[in-house]
Each structure stands twice: as structure tokens, then as C-alpha cells.
């Protein structure tokens, strides 16, 4: 590029095009202040604007100039867009009043390690690329295996560990390219691998599958239980049938806490039939990982020390600014087999002593930023005790508010109320609740989503914004008794 640095020499000189474009350190203490006061009031009015923007498709873009930029424009300028172009237009997830979907969190400390981490634009690739990012993240997981009682056997001082991956779509696909490399080293062939799931699971092991090279009928959905939850009997069954018929049973995810309705699969029972198999044992906690950091949440888990990996999501429900997910496998081994290449410009002595981690050796892409910043500031800010703190509210606010459900003669619950999530509809059927549905997020006040649960309509309310308290959940009820 043909900027060359100003220096005194040159300063002199005033040259009509200027000697550099960049920001300057002391430009970037400026205008970092001004975006760090506007994220801070963006979050202390976030209240003010409606749950989900009134904008029409097409809108946005309505608002921005046609051409990029040819002359550089006032930082300022930037600043005051955000106000007139990004606010109208976006869904408020850290608003009080999103009860949509599942919560993806971010909070204080978790923002200002993003800073650092984009400060920094350290790349973790290798040991040797970013040593601290490396041994921070190896270190972190080990202390939320503490965190959460994981099984000692996904801590990093033994044949497992940890690695953070962007999202737990991306880890319960490295699971799965494992799980298809192991049991093609042992002789099975691609066409003849099946992998299972409950019809509940999340559609991020169909998506890996096909991403795998896997066809559609490759992929079992075993039925579920009347609360919704995985049937050993169902798998065990799938699983025999298909090795009667010369197939392959490759990998298995159970779910702890599925999308719909935050149902349990009993991944103890699952445990023996993926043994018996010789089949890959994946268990995907995405959401509800994160409520063992309470020790009374942790029934969830058993089993969990026979599974092959784990996956939860700290940007879901553990304050920590997407991305942030959490991967653990109990055997390192076959995923840096699946996933290792080593070109000619990447060796180097601290990969060869053996002495390091790699973890580009542990995802999909070479790149990787210092996520674990977030995870780490997020950690010391809250204590375990913060943490343990908020989680029991958001579950405190969602069952009080499903104990007002039950008790109201118009609704009913439509699963049992696990930990954050109510499930929910109206007595009269699909039409009524969809109805309710609509005119609760019509009020702007509120976003909810939906689900089908046994071929009926039901609205989810997700208690797990960092911004919810209780007078948000009890104007929700409010909401919901008005308007039912
Ligand atoms: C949200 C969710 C996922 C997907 O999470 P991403 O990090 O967005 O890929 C997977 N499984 C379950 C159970 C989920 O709730």
C-alpha cells in the first residue's frame, strides 16, 4: 500500500493526500471512549425501543448511500448512524423482554474482552502464533470442568480436553467427522455409517451429517417419550436393525436440553447401547450446559463421564458474548486425527516437541481469535457465585411464572416446565393460542417464539436475558392474563 507512516519529515511537508489513513492510538482512545459510552447508554435505555424492530424487508438498506465511501468520513458521522440505521433495525436480544428462542448473552466483561481480543488480532492457530490465547483457553476449560462437575476425563491433563468453537453447530460437527474417521479406520465405508439422534434433537446434527457426506437416510430420528425426551428402547431398536442390514452405527447425540422444550435425554441409558456399538457418543448441552454451575442442576449430566464429547454454549446462558462454545472430548486422538494437515509453512519446533497444543488441529478453519478472553474476564467478574446467582433467578422467574400458568384455568403447560423454559398453550386449541402468541409480541413489549409439541401450537417463554428481572416476568404474566 503506498502510505507511508508520517513522521517528523514528512509532517512538514503537507502533502495534499495524507501520509496515513489509520487510526492513530490516541484517535482510537477517542472515539473508543465515545463507542464505549454509546454501547453503555445503548444498554440503559435498551427498554425503550421495541423487542423486534418495526422495519420491513429491504428497509435497511433503504437507509444507506448507494456507493461505498470514496473520501474518509468523520468518525462521528459512523457513530451517529448506529442510532439511525442499526437501532431501527435490529431484534434487541439483551432486551428484558426477550423471551424468544433461547437467550444468546452477552454482558460487561464479556464486551470488553471482545475489545481486547480485537486489540490484540492475535491468531491462535498454532501454540507458536498465540501462546497465551493457547494456554488461556486450555487452562479456562480445565477451570470449567471444575465450574460445571464435568467428568475428569474431558480436562486437558489427561488423554481429553477442551477447545472453544464458534458455535456448538461447528462442535457437534467436528464430533461427528471423529466419530466417521474412527469408524472408518476400523474398515466401514462412508455409505455404510448411520448416525442417530431423537426426533428432538437440534438440526445442527442433520446439517453436520450432510457437511459429513452423509445422504438423508444415513440419519435416524428415534421417537421420544411423553415428555419428549430420547427412548433407549427406540435407539437400542434402530441400532439392530441397522447392523442386522450390514450398516454401520457411527455416532449417537443425546441432548441435554433440547431446543423445543428443554427435554432430557437420559444419556445413561444411551451410554451402554452407543458402547455395545462401537459408536461415537456425542452429548449436546448447548442451553442447558450451563445450569450445572448450580449443583442442584447437575442430574442432568449422568452418564455424561461415558460420553465421547460434550458440547455447551456459554454465549447462550453464561453471560459470555457470542461466540462462545464450549468443546470437550474425552480422547483427543481421533479429532486431530480427523482434523490435522500440516503444510510445509505451519511446522515448526514447539508442534514437533509435542509439548503444545495446536488447536487448529481442533476445528474447521486454520484461524481462530482469543475467544477465551470472554470466558476468562466473564469468570472473574461473576465468581462462580455470580454466576450460580443469575441462574437461579432466570429458573426462580420461569417457574413462578409456570405456576401461574398451571393455575389458570384458560392455559395449560405443554411440557413439564424445565429450569428457564415454559411451554405453554391454550386450553382452546391451536387457534386461541396462536392468536395469544401474535398479540403478545404485537404489544412490542415482548418477543416470544414457538414450537410444536404432540402436533399442537405451543409459545416457549425463555427466562434468560441478563437484563431480565422480576418486574419484566410479571408484566410478561400481566401480558399474558390480559391478553389470553
Ligand atoms: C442453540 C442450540 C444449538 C445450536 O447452537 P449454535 O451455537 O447456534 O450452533 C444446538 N443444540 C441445542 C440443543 C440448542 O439449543
Not at 458521522?77 to 431501527?88: H, M, N, S
Amino acid at each position: 500500500m503506498g502510505c507511508p507512516q508520517a513522521g517528523p519529515d514528512t509532517v512538514a511537508a503537507m502533502p495534499e493526500t495524507p501520509m496515513s489513513f489509520h487510526m492513530t492510538p490516541e484517535e482510537l482512545r477517542r472515539w473508543g471512549h465515545e463507542v464505549v459510552d454509546w454501547v453503555a447508554d445503548y444498554l440503559a435505555t435498551i427498554e425503550q425501543h421495541p423487542v423486534v424492530p418495526g422495519v420491513e424487508p429491504g428497509e435497511v438498506r433503504s437507509w444507506l448511500p448507494p456507493a461505498p465511501p470514496e473520501k474518509p468520513e468523520p468518525f462521528g458521522d459512523v457513530i451517529a448512524d448506529l442510532d439511525r440505521v442499526v437501532i431501527p433495525g435490529t431484534t434487541h436480544w439483551q432486551h428484558p423482554g426477550f423471551h424468544a428462542f433461547f437467550p444468546a448473552n452477552t454482558s460487561g466483561p464479556g464486551i470488553l474482552a471482545d475489545i481486547v481480543s480485537s486489540g490484540l488480532g492475535t491468531q491462535g492457530m498454532l501454540w507458536q502464533t498465540g501462546p497465551a490465547l493457547t494456554e488461556v483457553e486450555t487452562h479456562v476449560l480445565d477451570w470449567v470442568v471444575d465450574l460445571l462437575g464435568l467428568p475428569e476425563r474431558f480436562r486437558s491433563t489427561g488423554d481429553g480436553g477442551g477447545v472453544i468453537q464458534d458455535s456448538a453447530s461447528s462442535a457437534t460437527l467436528c464430533a461427528l467427522l471423529a466419530a466417521r474417521e474412527r469408524a472408518m479406520a476400523r474398515g466401514a465405508t462412508l455409505d455404510q455409517l448411520v448416525v442417530y439422534a431423537s426426533a428432538h434433537a437440534h438440526s445442527s446434527l442433520e446439517k453436520g451429517a450432510r457437511v459429513a457426506g452423509l445422504r438423508p437416510d444415513q440419519l435416524r430420528l428415534v421417537d421420544v417419550d411423553d415428555d419428549f425426551a430420547l427412548r433407549p428402547e427406540a435407539l437400542a431398536g434402530a441400532v439392530a436393525a441397522d447392523q442386522a442390514a450390514g450398516r454401520v452405527p457411527c455416532l449417537v447425540m443425546a441432548t441435554i436440553g433440547t431446543t423445543s422444550s428443554l427435554a432430557v435425554d437420559p444419556v445413561a441409558e444411551v451410554a451402554p447401547i452407543a458402547e455395545d456399538a462401537g459408536m461415537w457418543l456425542h452429548v449436546d448441552g448447548a442451553m442447558a450446559g450451563s445450569a450445572a454451575v448450580c449443583p442442584e442442576h447437575r442430574d442432568q449430566q449422568a452418564g455424561l463421564e461415558r460420553a465421547d464429547s460434550y458440547v455447551f454454549n456459554p454465549h447462550k446462558w453464561l453471560f459470555t458474548t457470542f461466540d462462545c462454545s464450549c468443546f470437550f472430548v474425552a480422547d483427543r486422538a481421533p479429532l486431530i486425527q480427523a482434523l490435522s494437515i500440516l503444510p510445509e509453512y505451519l511446522r515448526n519446533a514447539a508442534s514437533e516437541s509435542g509439548a503444545v497444543i495446536d488447536y487448529r488441529d481442533w476445528q474447521v478453519p486454520l484461524g481462530r481469535r482469543f475467544r477465551a478472553l470472554k470466558l476468562w474476564f466473564v469468570l472473574r467478574w461473576y465468581g462462580a457465585e455470580g454466576l450460580r446467582h443469575h441462574v437461579r433467578e432466570h429458573v426462580r422467574l420461569a417457574q413462578e411464572l409456570a405456576a401461574r400458568i398451571e393455575a389458570d384455568p384458560r392455559l395449560e403447560l405443554a411440557a413439564p416446565a424445565r429450569l428457564n423454559l415454559v411451554c405453554f398453550r391454550h386450553v382452546d386449541g391451536d387457534g386461541p393460542t396462536e392468536a395469544l402468541h401474535h398479540a403478545l409480541n404485537a404489544t412490542g413489549r415482548v418477543y416470544l417464539t414457538h414450537t410444536r409439541l404432540a402436533d399442537r401450537y405451543v409459545v416457549r417463554a425463555s427466562i434468560g436475558a441478563w437484563t431480565t428481572e422480576q418486574r419484566h416476568v410479571d408484566a410478561l404474566w400481566r401480558l399474558v392474563d390480559e391478553l389470553a
